[in-house]
Protein backbone atom coordinates (compact mmCIF):
# COMPACT_ATOMS: atom_id res chain seq x y z
CA UNK A 1 0.00 0.00 0.00
CA UNK A 2 1.27 3.30 -1.00
CA UNK A 3 1.71 6.23 1.49
CA UNK A 4 -0.22 9.57 1.22
CA UNK A 5 2.50 11.29 0.59
CA UNK A 6 3.93 9.27 -2.83
CA UNK A 7 0.07 9.12 -3.94
CA UNK A 8 -0.31 13.06 -3.68
CA UNK A 9 3.33 13.31 -5.20
CA UNK A 10 2.32 11.55 -8.01
CA UNK A 11 -1.20 13.10 -8.80
CA UNK A 12 0.54 16.36 -8.54
CA UNK A 13 3.23 15.66 -11.05
CA UNK A 14 1.13 14.03 -13.62
CA UNK A 15 -1.24 16.81 -13.35
CA UNK A 16 1.00 20.19 -13.89
CA UNK A 17 4.25 18.52 -15.32
CA UNK A 18 2.09 15.58 -17.78
CA UNK A 19 3.12 11.82 -18.69
CA UNK A 20 2.79 9.33 -16.31
CA UNK A 21 5.33 8.23 -12.96
CA UNK A 22 6.82 5.00 -13.02
CA UNK A 23 8.38 5.18 -10.12
CA UNK A 24 8.26 7.02 -7.00
CA UNK A 25 10.15 6.29 -4.02
CA UNK A 26 11.08 7.63 -0.27
CA UNK A 27 14.36 8.87 0.07
CA UNK A 28 16.09 6.69 2.94
CA UNK A 29 17.17 9.84 5.11
CA UNK A 30 15.96 11.96 8.04
CA UNK A 31 14.19 14.55 5.70
CA UNK A 32 11.21 13.90 3.14
CA UNK A 33 12.45 13.30 -0.49
CA UNK A 34 11.67 11.23 -3.37
CA UNK A 35 13.09 9.63 -6.03
CA UNK A 36 10.38 9.62 -9.51
CA UNK A 37 10.71 8.74 -12.78
CA UNK A 38 8.30 10.14 -14.92
CA UNK A 39 7.46 9.12 -18.73
CA UNK A 40 6.58 12.34 -20.50
CA UNK A 41 6.03 11.37 -24.74
CA UNK A 42 9.08 9.44 -25.63
CA UNK A 43 11.19 10.99 -22.54
CA UNK A 44 11.87 9.57 -19.19
CA UNK A 45 12.26 12.12 -16.82
CA UNK A 46 13.92 11.68 -13.66
CA UNK A 47 12.85 13.77 -10.93
CA UNK A 48 13.98 14.51 -7.60
CA UNK A 49 11.38 16.01 -4.89
CA UNK A 50 12.82 17.64 -1.97
CA UNK A 51 10.37 17.74 0.88
CA UNK A 52 10.19 20.22 3.50
CA UNK A 53 12.05 19.74 6.81
CA UNK A 54 8.82 20.73 9.06
CA UNK A 55 10.96 22.07 11.22
CA UNK A 56 11.57 25.95 11.96
CA UNK A 57 15.10 25.92 10.92
CA UNK A 58 16.20 27.93 8.59
CA UNK A 59 13.45 30.77 9.58
CA UNK A 60 12.72 30.88 5.42
CA UNK A 61 9.98 28.86 4.10
CA UNK A 62 10.74 26.28 1.08
CA UNK A 63 9.62 28.72 -1.52
CA UNK A 64 12.74 31.11 -0.43
CA UNK A 65 14.68 27.89 -1.33
CA UNK A 66 13.16 27.41 -4.71
CA UNK A 67 13.06 31.14 -5.80
CA UNK A 68 16.77 31.72 -4.60
CA UNK A 69 17.81 28.76 -7.25
CA UNK A 70 15.44 30.14 -9.57
CA UNK A 71 18.08 33.03 -9.92
CA UNK A 72 20.99 31.26 -10.06
CA UNK A 73 19.49 29.36 -13.54
CA UNK A 74 20.57 32.93 -15.21
CA UNK A 75 24.41 32.52 -13.54
CA UNK A 76 27.29 30.31 -14.60
CA UNK A 77 26.58 28.39 -11.33
CA UNK A 78 25.32 24.78 -11.62
CA UNK A 79 21.75 24.22 -10.47
CA UNK A 80 18.96 21.75 -11.10
CA UNK A 81 16.19 22.66 -13.29
CA UNK A 82 12.84 23.51 -11.27
CA UNK A 83 9.49 21.70 -12.26
CA UNK A 84 7.32 23.45 -9.82
CA UNK A 85 6.51 23.42 -6.32
CA UNK A 86 3.88 20.64 -5.18
CA UNK A 87 1.52 22.32 -2.45
CA UNK A 88 0.56 18.96 -0.15
CA UNK A 89 3.22 17.67 0.46
CA UNK A 90 5.35 21.13 -0.07
CA UNK A 91 7.95 20.53 -1.86
CA UNK A 92 10.42 21.77 -4.66
CA UNK A 93 10.21 19.12 -7.86
CA UNK A 94 13.65 19.45 -9.32
CA UNK A 95 15.52 17.87 -11.91
CA UNK A 96 17.63 14.70 -11.04
CA UNK A 97 21.16 15.48 -12.07
CA UNK A 98 23.95 13.01 -12.20
CA UNK A 99 26.67 12.70 -10.18
CA UNK A 100 27.86 11.28 -6.85
CA UNK A 101 28.44 13.67 -3.65
CA UNK A 102 31.46 13.05 -1.41
CA UNK A 103 34.83 13.79 -2.81
CA UNK A 104 35.69 10.49 -0.98
CA UNK A 105 34.44 8.38 -4.01
CA UNK A 106 36.61 10.33 -6.21
CA UNK A 107 38.27 7.90 -8.96
CA UNK A 108 42.03 9.71 -8.74
CA UNK A 109 43.89 12.37 -6.78
CA UNK A 110 43.54 14.35 -10.38
CA UNK A 111 39.58 14.04 -10.05
CA UNK A 112 39.75 15.48 -6.50
CA UNK A 113 42.01 18.20 -7.12
CA UNK A 114 39.83 19.37 -10.48
CA UNK A 115 36.90 19.24 -8.93
CA UNK A 116 38.21 21.38 -6.08
CA UNK A 117 39.21 24.14 -8.26
CA UNK A 118 35.79 24.09 -9.76
CA UNK A 119 34.23 24.36 -6.09
CA UNK A 120 36.22 27.72 -5.62
CA UNK A 121 35.51 28.81 -8.57
CA UNK A 122 31.74 28.43 -8.07
CA UNK A 123 31.92 29.76 -4.92
CA UNK A 124 33.93 32.61 -6.19
CA UNK A 125 31.12 33.46 -8.85
CA UNK A 126 28.86 33.65 -6.34
CA UNK A 127 30.19 36.04 -4.34
CA UNK A 128 30.70 37.71 -7.36
CA UNK A 129 27.15 38.16 -8.39
CA UNK A 130 24.97 41.72 -8.16
CA UNK A 131 23.03 41.09 -5.06
CA UNK A 132 20.22 43.43 -6.11
CA UNK A 133 18.25 40.42 -7.41
CA UNK A 134 17.95 38.46 -4.42
CA UNK A 135 16.68 41.99 -2.51
CA UNK A 136 14.10 42.37 -4.84
CA UNK A 137 13.13 38.45 -4.46
CA UNK A 138 13.07 39.07 -0.50
CA UNK A 139 16.51 38.47 0.89
CA UNK A 140 17.49 40.13 3.98
CA UNK A 141 20.17 43.19 3.10
CA UNK A 142 22.19 43.36 6.43
CA UNK A 143 22.04 46.58 7.84
CA UNK A 144 24.72 45.83 11.11
CA UNK A 145 28.34 44.34 11.59
CA UNK A 146 26.24 41.56 13.33
CA UNK A 147 23.76 40.62 10.25
CA UNK A 148 26.65 41.28 7.94
CA UNK A 149 28.82 38.50 9.85
CA UNK A 150 26.82 36.53 11.66
CA UNK A 151 23.48 36.29 10.10
CA UNK A 152 23.20 32.64 10.77
CA UNK A 153 24.18 32.97 14.14
CA UNK A 154 21.46 35.39 14.61
CA UNK A 155 18.43 33.47 13.30
CA UNK A 156 19.64 30.12 14.84
CA UNK A 157 20.03 32.20 18.18
CA UNK A 158 16.55 33.23 17.63
CA UNK A 159 15.27 29.85 18.13
CA UNK A 160 17.61 28.69 20.61
CA UNK A 161 16.40 31.24 23.37
CA UNK A 162 13.04 30.48 22.12
CA UNK A 163 12.83 27.10 22.87
CA UNK A 164 15.22 26.72 25.62
CA UNK A 165 14.12 25.39 28.81
CA UNK A 166 17.07 24.08 30.88
CA UNK A 167 20.41 25.54 31.37
CA UNK A 168 23.40 24.91 28.92
CA UNK A 169 26.31 26.47 29.85
CA UNK A 170 28.10 24.81 26.47
CA UNK A 171 26.03 26.97 23.97
CA UNK A 172 25.95 29.78 26.50
CA UNK A 173 29.80 29.77 26.45
CA UNK A 174 29.95 29.34 22.78
CA UNK A 175 27.29 32.65 22.41
CA UNK A 176 29.71 34.67 24.29
CA UNK A 177 32.77 33.62 22.91
CA UNK A 178 31.10 34.56 18.95
CA UNK A 179 29.30 37.69 20.42
CA UNK A 180 32.98 38.76 22.29
CA UNK A 181 34.89 38.19 19.15
CA UNK A 182 33.13 39.40 16.18
CA UNK A 183 36.30 40.76 13.76
CA UNK A 184 36.20 44.26 12.81
CA UNK A 185 36.56 45.70 9.62
CA UNK A 186 34.38 43.45 7.89
CA UNK A 187 31.97 45.38 5.54
CA UNK A 188 31.52 43.88 2.35
CA UNK A 189 28.05 41.99 1.38
CA UNK A 190 28.05 39.16 -1.27
CA UNK A 191 25.43 36.34 -1.85
CA UNK A 192 26.39 33.52 0.01
CA UNK A 193 25.70 29.56 -0.61
CA UNK A 194 25.33 29.14 3.13
CA UNK A 195 26.43 26.01 3.39
CA UNK A 196 28.77 25.42 0.77
CA UNK A 197 30.40 21.84 -0.22
CA UNK A 198 27.62 20.59 -1.37
CA UNK A 199 27.30 19.56 -4.99
CA UNK A 200 27.41 16.30 -7.15
CA UNK A 201 30.56 15.81 -9.56
CA UNK A 202 30.73 12.98 -12.18
CA UNK A 203 33.98 12.62 -14.82
CA UNK A 204 36.09 15.29 -12.77
CA UNK A 205 33.20 18.21 -13.17
CA UNK A 206 30.55 19.64 -10.78
CA UNK A 207 27.28 18.52 -12.07
CA UNK A 208 24.80 20.84 -10.26
CA UNK A 209 25.52 22.92 -6.84
CA UNK A 210 22.83 21.57 -3.63
CA UNK A 211 21.15 22.92 -0.88
CA UNK A 212 20.55 26.61 -1.36
CA UNK A 213 18.20 26.70 1.85
CA UNK A 214 20.49 28.97 3.84
CA UNK A 215 21.07 31.29 1.20
CA UNK A 216 21.61 34.94 2.09
CA UNK A 217 23.81 38.12 2.24
CA UNK A 218 27.07 38.71 4.13
CA UNK A 219 30.43 38.42 4.31
CA UNK A 220 32.21 36.36 1.87
CA UNK A 221 34.45 34.77 4.32
CA UNK A 222 31.24 33.30 6.26
CA UNK A 223 30.89 30.37 3.50
CA UNK A 224 34.62 29.76 3.29
CA UNK A 225 34.21 28.81 7.17
CA UNK A 226 31.43 26.83 6.56
CA UNK A 227 33.21 24.95 4.39
CA UNK A 228 35.83 23.73 6.72
CA UNK A 229 33.05 21.57 8.72
CA UNK A 230 31.35 20.81 5.42
CA UNK A 231 34.58 19.28 3.89
CA UNK A 232 34.76 17.02 7.33
CA UNK A 233 30.90 15.73 6.73
CA UNK A 234 31.04 15.63 2.92
CA UNK A 235 34.87 13.95 2.92
CA UNK A 236 36.73 16.68 0.37
CA UNK A 237 40.61 15.85 1.80
CA UNK A 238 42.69 18.49 1.43
CA UNK A 239 41.12 21.72 0.74
CA UNK A 240 44.35 23.75 0.71
CA UNK A 241 43.88 24.37 -3.38
CA UNK A 242 40.73 25.06 -2.79
CA UNK A 243 41.28 27.86 -0.43
CA UNK A 244 44.72 29.17 -2.86
CA UNK A 245 42.18 28.78 -5.67
CA UNK A 246 39.70 31.16 -4.16
CA UNK A 247 41.88 33.39 -3.01
CA UNK A 248 43.80 33.84 -6.77
CA UNK A 249 40.29 34.15 -8.11
CA UNK A 250 38.97 36.68 -6.09
CA UNK A 251 42.19 38.48 -4.77
CA UNK A 252 40.05 38.28 -0.87
CA UNK A 253 42.60 37.99 2.04
CA UNK A 254 41.94 35.09 3.96
CA UNK A 255 43.13 36.13 7.40
CA UNK A 256 43.08 33.00 10.18
CA UNK A 257 41.75 34.86 12.75
CA UNK A 258 38.69 35.63 10.46
CA UNK A 259 38.42 32.45 9.11
CA UNK A 260 38.74 30.48 12.93
CA UNK A 261 36.04 32.98 13.85
CA UNK A 262 33.37 32.25 10.82
CA UNK A 263 33.84 28.40 11.38
CA UNK A 264 33.00 28.84 15.22
CA UNK A 265 30.44 31.09 14.65
CA UNK A 266 29.07 28.76 11.35
CA UNK A 267 29.37 25.57 13.43
CA UNK A 268 27.70 26.99 16.16
CA UNK A 269 24.29 27.98 14.40
CA UNK A 270 23.70 24.26 13.63
CA UNK A 271 23.79 23.42 17.50
CA UNK A 272 21.31 26.85 18.11
CA UNK A 273 19.06 25.62 14.80
CA UNK A 274 18.46 22.17 16.31
CA UNK A 275 17.81 22.99 19.72
CA UNK A 276 14.19 22.51 19.14
CA UNK A 277 14.27 19.36 18.70
CA UNK A 278 16.61 18.52 21.60
CA UNK A 279 14.06 20.50 24.10
CA UNK A 280 10.98 19.10 22.94
CA UNK A 281 11.59 16.32 20.93
CA UNK A 282 8.91 14.80 18.65
CA UNK A 283 7.57 11.21 17.89
CA UNK A 284 9.12 9.53 14.79
CA UNK A 285 12.31 11.72 14.88
CA UNK A 286 15.57 10.85 13.99
CA UNK A 287 16.82 12.08 17.99
CA UNK A 288 19.83 10.26 18.27
CA UNK A 289 20.63 12.43 14.99
CA UNK A 290 20.18 15.23 16.26
CA UNK A 291 22.06 14.31 19.39
CA UNK A 292 24.52 13.49 17.17
CA UNK A 293 24.17 17.25 15.12
CA UNK A 294 24.37 18.61 18.89
CA UNK A 295 27.56 17.01 20.21
CA UNK A 296 29.69 16.67 17.50
CA UNK A 297 28.94 20.59 16.12
CA UNK A 298 29.81 21.59 19.56
CA UNK A 299 32.87 19.29 19.62
CA UNK A 300 33.97 21.29 16.13
CA UNK A 301 32.85 24.58 17.97
CA UNK A 302 35.15 24.06 21.43
CA UNK A 303 37.81 22.41 19.05
CA UNK A 304 37.54 25.63 16.86
CA UNK A 305 38.21 28.04 19.26
CA UNK A 306 41.00 26.91 20.95
CA UNK A 307 43.01 26.74 17.84
CA UNK A 308 42.06 30.52 17.70
CA UNK A 309 43.01 30.95 21.32
CA UNK A 310 46.20 28.50 21.00
CA UNK A 311 44.82 26.38 23.69
CA UNK A 312 45.97 22.87 23.45
CA UNK A 313 43.41 20.68 24.25
CA UNK A 314 44.24 16.35 25.43
CA UNK A 315 43.31 13.70 23.52
CA UNK A 316 40.43 12.28 24.87
CA UNK A 317 40.28 8.94 27.47
CA UNK A 318 39.28 6.28 26.32
CA UNK A 319 35.65 5.04 28.52
CA UNK A 320 36.08 2.51 31.00
CA UNK A 321 33.75 -0.51 31.04
CA UNK A 322 29.90 0.52 32.44
CA UNK A 323 27.35 -1.87 34.28
CA UNK A 324 23.81 -2.41 32.57
CA UNK A 325 21.20 -1.67 34.80
CA UNK A 326 18.94 -4.47 36.58
CA UNK A 327 16.41 -4.02 33.42
CA UNK A 328 18.90 -3.57 30.14
CA UNK A 329 17.03 -7.13 29.11
CA UNK A 330 14.55 -4.54 27.62
CA UNK A 331 16.49 -3.09 25.15
CA UNK A 332 17.30 -6.55 23.30
CA UNK A 333 13.15 -7.27 23.24
CA UNK A 334 12.46 -3.76 21.86
CA UNK A 335 15.30 -3.92 19.56
CA UNK A 336 13.29 -7.62 18.22
CA UNK A 337 10.02 -6.15 18.31
CA UNK A 338 11.03 -3.52 15.78
CA UNK A 339 12.79 -5.68 13.59
CA UNK A 340 9.94 -8.14 13.00
CA UNK A 341 7.55 -5.27 13.10
CA UNK A 342 9.66 -3.57 10.00
CA UNK A 343 10.29 -6.67 8.48
CA UNK A 344 6.23 -7.37 8.89
CA UNK A 345 5.41 -3.71 7.14
CA UNK A 346 8.38 -3.86 4.69
CA UNK A 347 6.59 -7.04 3.54
CA UNK A 348 3.00 -5.38 2.84
CA UNK A 349 3.59 -1.77 2.61
CA UNK A 350 5.30 -1.80 -0.99
CA UNK A 351 7.45 1.37 0.60
CA UNK A 352 11.16 -0.91 1.47
CA UNK A 353 12.86 2.29 1.71
CA UNK A 354 10.53 4.54 3.98
CA UNK A 355 10.73 0.93 5.96
CA UNK A 356 14.23 0.02 5.88
CA UNK A 357 14.65 3.99 7.09
CA UNK A 358 11.68 3.17 9.89
CA UNK A 359 13.58 0.06 11.25
CA UNK A 360 17.14 1.92 11.15
CA UNK A 361 15.63 4.67 13.21
CA UNK A 362 14.33 2.27 15.45
CA UNK A 363 17.69 0.50 15.86
CA UNK A 364 19.61 3.56 16.56
CA UNK A 365 16.94 4.89 19.27
CA UNK A 366 16.96 1.41 20.53
CA UNK A 367 21.23 1.62 20.60
CA UNK A 368 21.12 5.05 22.38
CA UNK A 369 18.99 4.25 24.75
CA UNK A 370 20.98 1.54 26.16
CA UNK A 371 24.22 2.77 25.96
CA UNK A 372 22.32 5.85 28.06
CA UNK A 373 21.43 3.34 30.09
CA UNK A 374 24.75 1.38 30.53
CA UNK A 375 27.10 4.62 30.68
CA UNK A 376 24.83 7.79 31.15
CA UNK A 377 25.54 7.56 35.03
CA UNK A 378 29.34 7.49 35.28
CA UNK A 379 30.23 9.60 32.55
CA UNK A 380 27.73 12.32 34.12
CA UNK A 381 29.85 11.90 37.41
CA UNK A 382 32.74 12.85 36.14
CA UNK A 383 30.64 16.20 34.38
CA UNK A 384 30.07 17.03 37.83
CA UNK A 385 33.22 16.55 39.19
CA UNK A 386 34.88 18.79 36.42
CA UNK A 387 32.38 21.01 37.10
CA UNK A 388 32.69 21.18 40.91
CA UNK A 389 36.08 21.79 40.76
CA UNK A 390 35.76 25.13 38.82
CA UNK A 391 33.47 26.50 41.04
CA UNK A 392 35.17 25.42 43.95
CA UNK A 393 32.40 23.45 45.70
CA UNK A 394 30.68 20.73 45.24
CA UNK A 395 27.49 20.01 42.86
CA UNK A 396 25.44 17.23 43.35
CA UNK A 397 23.54 16.75 39.91
CA UNK A 398 24.34 16.96 36.30
CA UNK A 399 21.19 19.43 36.33
CA UNK A 400 22.41 21.59 39.08
CA UNK A 401 25.49 21.02 37.42
CA UNK A 402 24.63 22.50 34.37
CA UNK A 403 22.55 25.74 36.02
CA UNK A 404 25.62 26.98 38.81
CA UNK A 405 28.02 26.38 35.17
CA UNK A 406 25.94 28.61 32.99
CA UNK A 407 25.70 30.89 35.69
CA UNK A 408 29.42 31.18 36.10
CA UNK A 409 29.94 31.17 31.87
CA UNK A 410 27.95 34.22 31.78
CA UNK A 411 29.82 36.46 34.40
CA UNK A 412 33.37 34.60 33.44
CA UNK A 413 36.07 36.40 31.48
CA UNK A 414 38.40 35.47 29.07
CA UNK A 415 41.18 34.10 31.64
CA UNK A 416 38.33 31.32 32.38
CA UNK A 417 38.08 30.14 28.66
CA UNK A 418 41.06 27.60 28.89
CA UNK A 419 39.78 25.19 31.30
CA UNK A 420 35.89 26.34 30.30
CA UNK A 421 37.11 24.79 27.10
CA UNK A 422 39.22 21.78 28.61
CA UNK A 423 35.96 20.52 30.79
CA UNK A 424 33.38 21.57 27.25
CA UNK A 425 35.97 19.01 25.83
CA UNK A 426 36.13 16.46 27.88
CA UNK A 427 32.16 16.38 28.21
CA UNK A 428 31.63 16.59 24.22
CA UNK A 429 33.86 13.32 24.27
CA UNK A 430 32.12 11.69 26.58
CA UNK A 431 28.82 12.20 25.29
CA UNK A 432 30.44 11.16 22.10
CA UNK A 433 30.92 7.47 24.17
CA UNK A 434 27.18 7.12 23.75
CA UNK A 435 26.96 7.39 20.07
CA UNK A 436 29.77 5.08 18.84
CA UNK A 437 28.45 2.20 16.98
CA UNK A 438 24.42 3.78 16.93
CA UNK A 439 25.28 6.55 14.45
CA UNK A 440 26.23 5.96 10.84
CA UNK A 441 29.03 8.31 9.38
CA UNK A 442 30.81 9.41 12.54
CA UNK A 443 32.21 12.67 12.09
CA UNK A 444 34.33 12.65 14.88
CA UNK A 445 36.59 10.76 13.36
CA UNK A 446 37.90 13.35 11.52
CA UNK A 447 39.30 16.72 12.39
CA UNK A 448 39.05 20.38 11.17
CA UNK A 449 41.51 21.27 8.69
CA UNK A 450 44.58 23.66 10.58
CA UNK A 451 43.63 27.23 9.48
CA UNK A 452 47.62 27.55 9.00
CA UNK A 453 47.15 25.20 5.75
CA UNK A 454 44.08 27.33 4.28
CA UNK A 455 45.21 31.37 4.94
CA UNK A 456 46.45 33.46 3.01
CA UNK A 457 48.26 35.40 5.34
Not at 14 to 29: M, Y
Not at 201 to 221: K, Q, V, Y
Request: glycine share 8%.
Amino acid sequence: MLSDDIIKITAWIERNIGGKVERCERQVRWRPGWWVDLRRDEELLHLYVRGDRNEEFPPWPLEYERDVIMLLQQSPVPVPKIYGFCPDPRAIVLERVGGRPNLKSAKSEEERLKVLQQLAGHVATMHSMDIEPFVKAGMKMPNSAEQRIVPFFLEGEKLYLRYKNAPDPRMEFVRSWVRRNLPAGREEVCFLHGDPGQFLFENGAITTMLDFEWSCLGDPLMDMGGLRLRAVHEPMGDIGPLFRRYHQLTGRAIKADVLGFHTVAFIANTCLAISPALSYPRVGANYPEYVNWYIVALLFAIKAIAEVKGVVLPDPLPMESGNDSRWAGVYQVMAGTFANSSADDSENSGEETGDRYKHYLANALVGFAKKADRFGSRLEQDYIADVSEILGRQVTGWREADCELESFVIEADESSEAQLLNIFHRWCWSQINLLEGVIDNPMWTVGLQPLSELVSE
